[in-house]
Each structure stands twice: as C-alpha cells, then as structure tokens.
C-alpha cells in the first residue's frame, strides 16, 4: 500500500518510524512537512523540522512546503499514485488534496473526538483538569476534526504531567494506533463511527492572550494552567515590568499566616518562592525572567531582593 505522509512536529515522528517499520505492508512514497525555519525562537537560524530529519535519517522521498492550497502541491500529491494519506499534526488541507489517495485520508488527533477539536488538544485538556485523554483517528473531510472516527484509545493523564510530558506519551500511543488503522484499511475491515456533535468541546490555538495567568483562580486551576503549557509556549505573569513565563509550581502553603493576601503576592520563605491564588497558594519551582535563561526558583531568588514593597505577580 502506498502512503504519503504528512506531519511537522516531534508529536509526527513516532507514526512516520512505525509506518517505515512496517516496510513489507506499507510503502511510504513521500513525505510532507513545512519548511525549514526557526524552531527555538524568533531569532533563532532556521532548521529542518523534526519530521524532515526523521525523513532523511530513514532515506524517505520528501516534499517542503508552506502552502498546501497550491495547484502545484496538489498535482504533486495526485502524481505519486497514493493509495492512503495520513496526517499527523499538519496543516489544514483542502479537498483538492487530501481527496487524491484512492482510499482516503486520515488524521491522528490528540484527543477523543470530538472532545478538544482544534489545534492545542493536549494543551486544553491539562488546563480543563481532565483526569483522561486519547488519540483519535479520523477520515478527513472539509470541516476540520469532524470527520467519522476509525480508531480511539484512552489514556490516564497523571497529575503531575506537563504538556510537553503527556505529548511524549500521545505520540508513542498515536504511532501504534496510526499502524493499526493502516492495517484495517489495507485489509478492507474499516468500520468507522460519526462523531456526536452535543459532546463537542474546543482546543484553540495559543496565543498570548491566552497563555496569560490568572492568579484571582483557584490554585487547582492555576497550576493546571501552567501544567498545560508547560514548557511551550508556558504559562506567563508579568514581574517588576517585565514578562515571566513559569514552567513548573505545586500547590504548597507556606509557614506564615497570610490569608489574606491578594491573587499574586509573592512571598518568599526558606529560599522558596511562593504566588497566592484565590484560595491558597503555589510554590513556583521554575521559571524564565525577560531577558534571562530558564532557570530554577532557588537560582532566580539569589539575586531577588525582599524589602517592604510587596511584589506581585500580574
């Protein structure tokens, strides 16, 4: 069976090795990803996404681009003859495309649809404090995340997990999944299922609008936010000024009675760093100053000075 394979993150690698594992069944034609750019940062020089050097290491025909609405992709597509597409964390593609493989196309979704359609599905369901989550495959059609469901498995999502953390876990889960949806299509023993639309819940893309943190929330909601975005794009308050993104904290009290702190008082005891909440109070263990590398709180604090101006996060 043919396959054209498109992804651009390190979520897409596992699928795109266990598809090449299976090289006797499945034959990967082409690989699509976006092109080279700055990964790490703005400034940062551009650089092969982790899908393009997982292509290259395996020896696999690869195709760049940044724009999948072109006659041009298209035509490219059509040409290599595919029998499957599958999609793992890749652009929006139009019908012009994803209509050309003679069995369909099929996305892996972090999630279980139609919970946390969208673009940040491991994100959303960490700060929503879900307990479990999954992966999803689903044959594409025109609006994006609805179409009829192939496979599904359950994951437990621990406690204290981050984004970057559960991520990991989805993408081996996805890669196997992704395999075995492979097989039931080459073997015609695809049964799909319809998604139902009262059970519709919404992942958005990250913005900095969005990833800022609101201290007046409770403490549980607080540190599931900075779980679930942790360590990127992270969660971020504003010090003295300037931008802070926290990485890590855990719910801790410290020793002095201060209740009625605002959302956002620092406090610091013991060479530890704490932020109030709306019923409690996080310890922030990790964190990045403007400016500054990412750093422990122990490290930031050497160099903060506690005087009688009350700090605050905000």
């Not at 196997?176 to 992942?203: F, K």
Request: include cysteine; charged fraction near 20%.
């Amino acid at each position: 069976m043919r396959i054209i394979f498109m992804g651009t993150p390190e979520f897409a690698v596992p699928s795109l090795k266990a598809i090449a594992e299976e090289d006797k069944q499945f034959k990967t034609v082409l690989v699509v990803t976006g092109s080279d750019k700055p990964r790490r940062s703005k400034h940062a020089e551009a650089e092969p996404s982790p899908v393009k050097q997982a292509a290259v290491s395996l020896g696999l025909p690869l195709y760049e681009t940044d724009d999948v609405t072109s006659r041009e992709f298209a035509d490219i597509v059509a040409a290599q003859r595919a029998d499957v597409i599958v999609v793992a964390a890749f652009r929006i593609l139009p019908p012009a495309v994803f209509e050309k493989a003679a069995f369909g196309a099929f996305n892996l979704h972090a999630s279980l649809l139609p919970a946390y359609r969208g673009a940040a599905p491991i994100n959303w369901a960490i700060i929503k404090g879900e307990h479990e989550t999954g992966v999803t495959t689903f044959f594409l059609q025109q609006r994006v995340d609805t179409g009829n469901i192939i496979l599904q498995e359950k994951m437990l999502i621990d406690p204290a997990e981050n984004a970057t953390e559960l991520a990991c876990r989805l993408s081996v889960l996805g890669a196997r999944v992704v395999v075995d949806t492979l097989h039931l299509i080459a073997s015609r023993q695809v049964a799909v299922s319809g998604q139902d639309e009262t059970l519709v819940s919404r992942a958005p893309k990250l913005t900095r609008n969005n990833t800022r943190i609101t201290w007046s929330q409770p403490v549980k909601c607080v540190n599931d936010f900075i779980r679930g975005l942790a360590m990127k794009p992270s969660a971020w308050t504003t010090f003295n000024g300037k931008t802070m993104k926290i990485f890590k904290a855990s719910p801790a009290t410290p020793s002095l009675e201060t209740t009625s702190a605002s959302p956002g008082t620092i406090y610091v005891e013991n060479g530890r760093l704490y932020a109030s909440c709306a019923d409690g109070w996080l310890e922030v263990l990790s964190l990045q100053l403007e400016g500054r590398r990412p750093m422990e709180s122990v490290e930031f604090l050497r160099g903060f000075r506690q005087d009688r101006q009350q700090h605050l996060f905000v």
